[in-house]
């Protein structure tokens, strides 16, 4: 009985951790990756350190717009490079995507996700949305990519919780 009690907990192990080699196998086959059951948005190897530092920051309650910082700005980098080749390119919209439109989603989330959200997440919202906005969104310049598209994106993702929670300053909050 003893050693069945061991043996079924250690094939339990081996057979997770197999699942996740191999669900870390297949992101790899694609260039893109993603914590494990993270939520966290695949994306190519070297946009993950900042974009996991991002969402982790979401998570917590805090905007993720400085770790956003290093993603977007590497990304319109790549972007604005005429000779790009179309990987790259791809990679690199998809981690603006992922920082720009999906970390501050998650951010939102977070934010208003307490039982009876009042004026102090409001006025965190406020704090971080123009700001984020205005301060990535003046990286698209010149890389062909629309960030009133972006902000359309991340608008209709929180722009009902937005409303919802601070009817007062969602115009300004979601840049309406």
Request: charged fraction near 20%; aromatic fraction near 4%; proline fraction near 5%.
């Amino acid at each position: 009985m003893r050693i069945f009690m061991t043996l079924v907990p250690a094939c339990l192990l081996v057979a997770g951790c197999s699942s996740e080699q191999a669900t870390a196998d297949d992101s790899n086959d694609t260039g893109m990756t993603a914590a494990a059951g993270s939520g966290v948005p695949p994306v190519a190897e070297a946009y993950r350190s900042s974009l996991d530092d991002a969402w982790r920051k979401a998570g917590e309650g805090t905007s993720p717009s400085g770790a956003c910082a290093g993603v977007v700005g590497q990304a319109t980098t790549v972007l604005n490079n005429a000779d790009v080749a179309a990987q790259d390119r791809a990679d690199a919209i998809a981690a603006l995507d992922a920082c720009y439109v999906r970390s501050m989603a998650r951010f939102v989330d977070t934010t208003v996700s307490i039982e009876n959200p009042g004026p102090q997440q409001c006025i965190s919202l406020l704090r971080a949305l123009p700001v984020h906005r205005s301060s990535l969104g003046s990286f698209f310049e010149g890389t062909g990519e629309d960030v009133a598209d972006y902000d359309k994106r991340l608008t209709d993702l929180v722009g009902e919780k937005v409303r919802s929670a601070c009817p007062d300053n969602a115009n300004t909050i979601l840049g309406g």
